[in-house]
């Protein structure tokens, strides 16, 4: 849940008691200072909530409460309140970079609101500072694994753990949950970081395919994919080139392994060489805190790849993608992350379950309405965009029910 800390600095006990009272029914953690001294402690760059404060105060007043929250982090929000309402304070007020200002007595709506605004402001800067931080660090396992969820710092620790423990190690996700980038993440936190780092499809991999690769990988590490799809003949090759040593390996897998092994589809004495340290990566679904993070750093990232202007993330885009259960985990997120950065919409979530033809026909149509919706529905325009005869424009959009009129 999202920290929903303000602090209510006002003289006027009444006041300060009454507002209080208002802040805890809208289920806001509310902290109470009858001053600036009294508040000033509790005001700095690891303050999570935003500010609420009276102007007219003995001593040091609103003004200088926000000058100095200001100075201690630019981006913290102060909302300012005055019995005064005049106009001339309410300017000083906003050009002196308050997040708002209100009139007392407020409305307890008008003030709920202005502070779930600035709640929400807060949370994205700070947001923002957590990742650029982890980006910074010099430790893979913060600038690699993304989440600001117990579930996220927990596979953080755990891969740390894999990597100081030179062991072999099991990965274990649902398909499109990262398991190759967890498995770079073990490798790089590791004393081989420097050697090479191998991914292969366990599918299909035979022995002269094995020797070759493990001999690759000396000194580092050999990565395989859906380890349960190894043949077995190549499962003794790899007991066999586990115990002579040379590489470390790291298995991944989206099936229950133990059930291969006791099916006798996987070699038991390899699984039980690889449970000894298994890793498993929680889905989206587990974690919902985390697809607004991963979202926001998909869509960064999308952009930048194609060489546009990333697009503001309204709350009910969020709240959408929230809402999905996301059986495709990151990798389903990151293509809605391109398709909302080429205005594409979003109908993947209408989409879940289609098979490809369908899928490409969302796309093909999502393709067409952008360029009509780009050329203000000029047809032969839109046609020119996607390089497409003015012919075969036209009975695609006839095929999809698309009039250019419609987006005129």
Same mark, same amino acid.
Request: include cysteine; charge should be negative.
């Given at each position: ?27 806001? /953690? ?13 005001? +700095? ?14 001593? #040091? ?11 201690? /982090? ?8 005055? +019995? ?15 997040? /708002? ?19 929400? &402001? ?44 030179? &062991? ?87 099936? /229950? ?13 390899? !699984? ?23 979202? #926001? ?10 060489? @546009? ?24 997120? @990151?293509?809605?992350? @391109?398709?909302?950065?080429? +205005? ?45 005869? #003015?012919?075969?424009? !036209? ?14």
């Amino acid at each position: 849940m999202s920290v929903r800390r303000v602090l209510l600095v006002d003289d006027d006990a009444a006041v300060r008691e009454a507002l209080g009272q208002t802040l805890e029914l809208a289920e806001f /953690d509310a902290v109470t200072a009858g001053s600036f001294v009294e508040a000033k402690d509790r005001i +700095g760059p690891q303050f999570e909530g935003v500010i609420v404060s009276d102007i007219r105060m003995p001593g #040091r007043d609103g003004f200088h409460l926000l000058d100095y929250a200001h100075e201690q /982090d630019a981006e913290l929000p102060v909302i300012l309140l005055t +019995g005064e309402g005049d106009i001339p304070m309410a300017v000083r007020a906003m050009s002196a970079g308050a997040f /708002d200002f209100l009139e007392k007595p407020c409305a307890p709506k008008d003030l709920i609101s202005v502070i779930e605004r600035a709640l929400r &402001t807060r949370g994205l800067v700070l947001e923002n500072r957590r990742l650029k931080a982890q980006l910074e660090t010099g430790d893979p396992a913060a600038r690699m694994i993304f989440g600001i969820s117990p579930q996220s710092e927990t596979l953080r620790a755990q891969a740390r753990a894999a990597a100081r423990a030179g &062991t072999d190690v099991l990965i274990r996700g649902a398909r499109g949950s990262g398991i190759s980038k967890v498995a770079e993440v073990v490798h790089l936190c590791s004393p081989r970081a420097k050697g090479p780092f191998e991914k292969r499809s366990a599918a299909g991999l035979g022995r002269e395919g094995l020797e070759a690769v493990w001999q690759g990988c000396a000194g580092g590490t050999l990565f395989l994919d859906e380890i349960a799809q190894l043949p077995l003949d190549t499962q003794l090759a790899l007991q066999d080139r586990l115990e002579a040593g040379g590489a470390r390996l790291i298995a991944g897998t989206v099936e /229950d392994l133990g059930q291969a092994a006791e099916a006798g589809r996987f070699s038991a004495e390899l !699984y039980y060489r690889l449970e000894v340290m298994q890793l498993r990566i929680p889905a989206l679904a587990e974690r919902p805190e985390d697809i607004p993070v991963l979202f #926001r750093h998909y869509v960064a990232q999308a952009a930048e790849q194609s060489g @546009m202007t990333p697009p503001e993330i309204g709350e009910e885009v969020i709240a959408g993608l929230i809402a999905r259960d996301w059986p495709g985990n990151a990798r389903a997120l @990151m293509s809605a992350a @391109m398709r909302f950065v080429l +205005g594409l919409g979003d109908e993947d979530a209408a989409g879940e379950g289609l098979g490809l033809t369908e899928r490409l026909a969302q796309v093909e149509r999502s393709l067409l309405a952008d360029a009509l919706k780009r050329t203000g529905g000029q047809a032969s325009a839109a046609a020119e965009m996607l390089k497409l005869p #003015r012919k075969t424009f !036209y009975d695609k959009l006839a095929k999809y029910g698309l009039k250019p009129e419609e987006f005129r």
